[in-house]
């Protein structure tokens, strides 16, 4: 089998950067791989991944050395656009690159553009609604799909067209658990029946580690290819089961829950869940309060009669698929957002945003307009007449570090934590976060929780919307599932997310109900 | 494609406000009349009026105008010929220059965009002849009796720019006899092309002096003082070709038309605000 | 009713008549009513609400133009007469702003691309990013707005301005720039271009375009042959005239709103 993209002695550094983002790099990638590119925000991936098409340089500038080759081409000789029929790019947000306006049109984009005869278009338009199970959709604006389904239209339209490679920018990021599957199982497909060849960047490995074959961890812009279970085992940071692995000294690790359950079958079982007093936080005073609350969004009634009590010293997880009116909840509990109908209460008082409630949106990006994080930080400060500096907040996520440097040059992963940042220093009663992981590194996201936990200890309380299990496992003192805008679930962690199928913690479907997190069950076996 | 139109005019037409379109379309026929009803006349009223010529080049048109002050500019001339005789005009120059007349001209404000050809300005001496302006139409002063003329073509002064045709103050504002006499309004008065008996006397006056204010002069009544389709069909006479004698309609205040321009906003407003709130109902239950 | 979209070259040549008729006139009647008829077509082919903002903030727009426009009489000698001729260029000018926002929320700027002969691609597809900057610059000023309130930043004054403009103009530009690439990525320009489905002229885009070359023809015939007064006059101000004839041209150009809508 032939490579069907190589990289030889690859260093790339952008225009006023200060090292390169990606050095010296090899690979080689065999046709028919299922590649993931693995490793801390910041590291090279998405780098690597533009360079894969061409974008690197060729859109972006910059010093360029080595080569990069696609099929055969050198990326350097051909525009992006002449590599079109053999490499396809799905970036992180598919929204973002669609071209039209109907799926149908949109899937036979790429193929127009490439001169393809309508007969043959009809037939592959046909061939790849039904690879991705999408034929319901083709009529349908892409401006009214759901997360899931425009991830899987923006897939089909890059796979519409026929490349030899597809690469994809971490494309579970915007899906709830059940999505991620529906889409990994599709590349799956494409790989096995369809000779396919894939490169995906994710961080969420508990929902990617088991169905690749090749990996390639990056760190500081180097990389180092093996198997999954080398590359993975040796971050430091994998999927839960692995990071379990490590600690128990199993071998070989294991990358999925059937792995672990076989590793785990040998040895002791891990006695009864404990009940975590830390974690359970006592029910105090009520910070926040919803009656009957009812809201619409663009036009749709998204939440129908809705009841929560927020309590003091509760980090509360909001759960649901992509559209079930998470955000919107979260932008009523912070008054930004007018309720049709209904009570919310913050303290007893309607919530003044940015003062009883700071809320980060899932757009981290639209708040930033400092030339400095600490400025950033600073900003929200001064604007509720606090005369102190930024660097406790800073630290308080662990970034101080970053204090001098300006915020568009960070990566995804470090802006959303500057923000976050930057609603902290709100000190606010009630701190809401929508979507806080998204892009974040396994190590940012410890930091992350550890900042969240803290701020709850005080006293105050902690919301955070969000379709990563595996944080709500970590974080949350208590959980609440939404669907067709009511409640379904709510209480204890480990019994809503053990109870559930779709939201259940890799921890959870190794041991049982009430197991979310591995140290729990290292501590419970020792 | 024939099916296509079929199905969206049936769907069209079951729309209400496709209706409203249809009611509309069915008045237009009775509104017509009203709005292009003749407008009372002025023309038999005394006080001081000036004639002016235009000549496009492929036509001439006089317009018998009534003053409205003593003395006007020659821009203000024109204005008030364009009221009374339903003559389209043009100024550029920020209203200082005449850029177009009777359609004829450049759009826009610089009078000169056709270059060489222009609107000539010429003053009537009263008996046929013509002087080339000395100033411009804002400046230049028209009073009763007086005679002013515009002729399209190419020409940088008098001596190479075409005239008007001879005319006189008479073959456009014709005096009555007496008050007592003819005080008939035009609009009673359709004698085509002969002017009433004892009307006209000798065109022996000079233009510019002031009237004598024992005459009073009307426009000649030489059509039915209907609207804007008779300025079209006016009769040919002495060297002229008179307009209508229209009646200044400044102060008639707003027309019918204006009314029907009314109601089919209001169903435009009405049926867009309609639609939102239609679709948006929709949307919400989906 | 067909459920194909309509023809985009019918809605070209909608925008260039409504458009040529404001031009060739500044007779208030007939401009605002072309107000009324854009609101109507919008109204009728409207899709979402993010369409909706960018016609909102044209309409906005159109007012503060013949607002401008009308504050520009200051700077001669100010008289009814001159302050209403202003007024009269404004509206004309904030016309051709609604009948521009009409086209901008019912067209998809990016099938107008597709259709752009080959070498037109690059400014074509330029033309399209920034039509379609508007409703999205509208929906990102609403949401800096409300995330810069998220954590108590108030915008008002001109103080708070970068707080507003810096995240807005910077997502614009990110967004646009990430469309642009994708498409280069995805092979736009590269050769020769086919057509995955031919796109007949439906009945509904015969009638968007017809009526509105007949609206158009008219204007232009009472312009050249004068038969109606297109340009009220201001000294002294009369009530401007409303032609029987020219009304029914204008309601022509109405015809969009009541026909062609595709169902989402």
């Known amino acids: ?526 | 494609m024939g099916d296509d139109v079929s199905t969206v005019a049936t769907t069209v037409l079951r729309r209400p406000v496709a209706a409203a379109f249809a009611v509309l379309a069915a008045l237009m026929p009775v509104t017509w009349p009203a709005v292009t009803e003749a407008s009372p006349a002025c023309a038999a009223e005394s006080g001081p009026h000036a004639a002016l010529v235009i000549d496009t080049g492929a036509g001439v048109r006089s317009f018998c105008v009534a003053l409205d002050a003593t003395t006007v500019s020659g821009i203000h001339l024109i204005e008030l010929a364009g009221a009374q005789g339903h003559l389209s005009y043009g100024f550029g120059s920020g209203g200082q220059a005449v850029c177009r007349l009777a359609g004829v001209g450049p759009q826009g404000d610089d009078c000169f965009a056709d270059y060489p050809q222009y609107w000539g300005y010429w003053h009537g001496d009263g008996h046929g002849g013509w002087t080339w302006s000395s100033s411009g139409a804002a400046s230049a002063r028209v009073g009763d009796g007086a005679l002013d003329g515009w002729v399209w073509g190419s020409g940088d002064s008098g001596a190479s720019h075409p005239k008007p045709p001879p005319t006189a103050i008479d073959d456009v504002c014709v005096p009555e006899a007496t008050p007592a006499t003819s005080p008939s309004p035009s609009r009673a008065t359709h004698a085509a092309a002969v002017p009433s008996a004892g009307a006209r006397s000798s065109a022996s006056k000079a233009s510019s002096s002031p009237s004598d204010p024992g005459t009073n002069r009307s426009a000649k009544p030489s059509n039915d003082g209907i609207g804007r389709t008779s300025a079209l069909a006016g009769t040919p006479t002495a060297g002229a070709l008179a307009a209508a004698p229209g009646p200044p309609p400044a102060s008639a205040g707003p027309g019918p038309g204006l009314l029907v321009a009314l109601a089919l906003g209001a169903a435009l407003a009405g049926g867009g605000w309609l639609r939102i709130r239609t679709s948006r109902r929709r949307r919400s239950i989906g | 009713m067909d459920r194909r979209p309509v023809h985009p070259m019918a809605w070209i040549v909608w925008a260039t008549s409504a458009g040529f008729v404001a031009f060739v006139t500044t007779d208030p009647v007939y401009l605002l009513l072309l107000w009324a008829v854009s609101w109507f077509v919008y109204a009728g082919h409207r899709v979402d609400a993010e369409h909706a903002r960018s016609f909102r903030l044209f309409l906005t727009g159109a007012m503060v133009a013949v607002a401008l426009r009308t504050a520009l009489v200051f700077f001669g000698t100010v008289s009814a007469a001159n302050t209403t001729f202003s007024f009269l260029e404004g509206l004309r000018l904030g016309t051709i702003l609604v009948i521009f926002g009409t086209f901008n929320a019912v067209t998809d700027p990016f099938g107008l691309v597709r259709m752009a002969p080959r070498h037109f691609h690059e400014p074509a597809l330029a033309a399209a990013l920034a039509l379609s900057i508007a409703p999205r610059t509208v929906a990102g000023v609403g949401r800096v707005r409300d995330a810069q309130r998220m954590r108590g930043i108030r915008i008002h004054g001109a103080r708070a301005l970068p707080a507003l403009a810096v995240p807005v103009l910077e997502r614009g530009m990110e967004e646009a720039h990430t469309l642009a690439e994708s498409m280069d990525a995805r092979g736009h320009g590269a050769g020769r271009r086919s057509r995955y489905r031919p796109q007949p002229w439906t009945g509904a885009a015969i009638l968007i375009a017809v009526p509105a070359i007949a609206a158009a023809a008219t204007f232009l015939a009472a312009s050249v042959g004068g038969w109606a007064v297109l340009h009220p006059q201001t000294s002294p101000i009369v009530w401007p005239e409303a032609d029987p004839l020219l009304l029914a041209g204008i309601g022509l150009l109405a015809v969009p709103g009541v026909v062609g809508r595709p169902e989402r």
């Open chain 1, 1 to 526: 089998m032939s490579d069907v993209l190589r990289f030889d002695a690859v260093t790339y550094v952008y225009p006023e950067g200060a090292r390169p983002a990606i050095e010296d790099v090899d690979l080689a990638i065999a046709e028919g791989s299922f590649a993931l590119a693995v490793g801390p925000t910041g590291s090279g991936k998405s780098t690597l991944l533009r360079a894969s098409n061409g974008l690197v340089p060729q859109f972006t500038g910059g010093t360029f050395t080595g080569r990069v080759s696609v099929d055969g081409r050198d990326t350097l000789a051909h525009a992006p656009r002449r590599l079109a029929d053999v490499v396809a790019f799905v970036p992180q947000d598919p929204g973002a690159s669609f071209v039209l306006d109907r799926v149908e049109d949109e899937l036979a984009y790429g193929m127009e553009n490439l001169g393809v005869d309508p007969v043959h278009m009809r037939r592959r338009v046909e061939e790849t609604l039904d690879l991705l199970d999408l034929p319901g959709l083709r009529d349908r604006s892409v401006r009214t799909l759901s997360g899931g389904e425009r991830q899987r239209v923006a897939i089909a339209a890059a796979l519409a067209a026929g490349p030899r490679i597809l690469v994809l920018d971490e494309p579970t990021s915007q899906l709830d658990p059940q999505g991620a599957e529906d889409v990994m199982a599709a590349l799956q497909r494409l790989v096995h029946d369809h000779g396919m060849t894939v490169l995906l960047a994710e961080h969420r490995l508990e929902r990617v580690a088991g169905w690749v074959d090749v990996a390639i961890g990056f760190d500081h812009g180097r990389v180092r290819s093996g198997t999954p279970a080398d590359v993975i085992g040796h971050l430091g940071s994998g999927p839960p089961v692995t990071r379990l692995g490590q600690m128990l000294g199993w071998d070989p690790l294991p990358l999925t829950v059937r792995a672990a359950r076989a590793a785990a079958a040998g040895g002791p079982r891990p006695a009864l869940p404990p009940r975590d007093p830390a974690r359970n936080g006592h029910r105090h005073g009520v910070v926040a309060e919803v009656r009957g609350l009812r809201a619409s969004y663009a036009e749709t009634t998204v939440l129908r009669g809705l009841d929560l009590d927020v309590h003091e010293g509760e980090v509360l997880a909001v759960m649901g698929r992509n559209g079930a009116g998470k955000s919107t909840l979260l932008r009523v509990l912070a008054g930004i957002h007018e309720p049709s109908a209904g009570q919310v209460q913050i303290l007893g008082a309607k919530p003044r945003p940015g003062v009883d409630v700071g809320l980060c949106p899932q757009e981290a990006d639209e708040l930033l307009f400092s030339d400095s994080v600490e400025h950033e930080v600073r900003a929200t400060l001064v604007a509720r007449g606090e005369a102190g500096g930024a660097g406790p907040w800073l630290a308080a996520l662990g970034i101080a570090g970053l204090a001098a440097r300006h915020p568009r040059d960070l990566s995804a992963g470090q802006r959303l934590l500057v923000a976050t940042a930057a609603v902290a220093a709100t000190d606010a009663p009630l701190l809401a976060l929508d979507e806080p992981t998204r892009g974040l590194d396994p190590a940012s996201k410890e930091r992350l929780i550890g900042f969240v936990r803290a701020h709850a200890l005080g006293g105050r309380a902690a919301v955070v919307a969000t379709h990563d299990v595996e944080l709500a496992a970590a974080v949350a003192t208590r959980v609440v599932i939404l669907a067709g805008g009511e409640v379904i679930a709510d209480g204890d962690p480990g019994a809503v997310l053990g109870d559930s199928r779709v939201f259940a913690p890799q921890m959870t479907r190794v041991f049982g109900p009430g197991w979310l997190t591995p140290d729990q069950v290292v501590e419970a076996l020792t």
